[in-house]
């Protein structure tokens, strides 16, 4: 198929943020008197918004999810991504390539916050290719899972849905990606990506480096 837009989640996608934020999250989760490790908040929290899991939280910690306790997870998260942020190997090139070869028409479609999103892509240097075009679940009506953002950022770019292909490497995004009539490609460096397969992934990758041939660039 040739893709009319070709839409990017951004954290594990563009950045290696992933283990930085759940690294602030479980520490402070543990401050908050629920323990878990590195790998057990990885697999609880990746790819959702930490305030939908507010249930979870409040029934572990025994304490309510306050507007302060998410400001200072907020402020710590950007401190420690600030300061160690970086991008995902070969994105860069790849990026430049998907750009250049759909004449633009690429976005940004994050469950994460905006300030989060761009912050981000401007510390690693990818904000000019996604200028305009950044869209965020805490914007819509309701984040991923939900198809949302992703059918708002194709409908900014003038693009049907299901003439788009959907980059993620979560099982919450490509169930996003997939309910948005989207074709996903989902990026599993580490595994076989039979969760992201299994979630509805067209198609699995190891390496960013492979990325512009399977989408026909």
Request: charged share 20%; with cysteine.
């Amino acid at each position: 198929m040739k893709f009319e837009a070709i839409l990017f989640d951004c954290d594990g996608v563009l950045v290696d943020s992933e283990p930085i934020t759940n690294g602030v999250l479980r520490d402070m989760l543990e401050e908050a008197g629920w323990a878990l490790t590195a790998d057990e908040c990885m697999r609880l929290f990746v790819g959702k918004m930490v305030r939908s899991e507010a249930a979870r939280i409040e029934a572990h910690t025994g304490r309510p999810l306050t507007d302060a306790w998410m400001n200072a997870f907020y402020a710590r998260r950007n401190t420690a991504l600030a300061e160690r942020l970086t991008a995902i190997d070969h994105i860069h090139p790849t990026i430049e390539r998907v750009h250049a070869h759909h004449g633009g028409r690429i976005a940004c479609a994050s469950g994460a916050d905006r300030f989060k999103v761009e912050m981000q892509l401007a510390k690693v240097g990818l904000a000019p290719f996604f200028d305009g075009r950044v869209f965020s679940g805490h914007e819509m009506p309701a984040t991923k899972p939900a198809p949302d953002v992703y059918l708002a950022a194709a409908a900014a770019l003038q693009a049907l849905p299901t003439r788009c292909a959907v980059v993620e490497d979560t099982v919450t995004g490509v169930t996003a990606g997939v309910a948005a009539g989207a074709t996903v490609f989902a990026y599993a460096p580490l595994d076989d990506g039979g969760a992201l397969r299994a979630a509805g992934a067209s198609h699995v990758f190891r390496s960013m480096a492979e990325l512009p041939a399977l989408l026909g660039c």
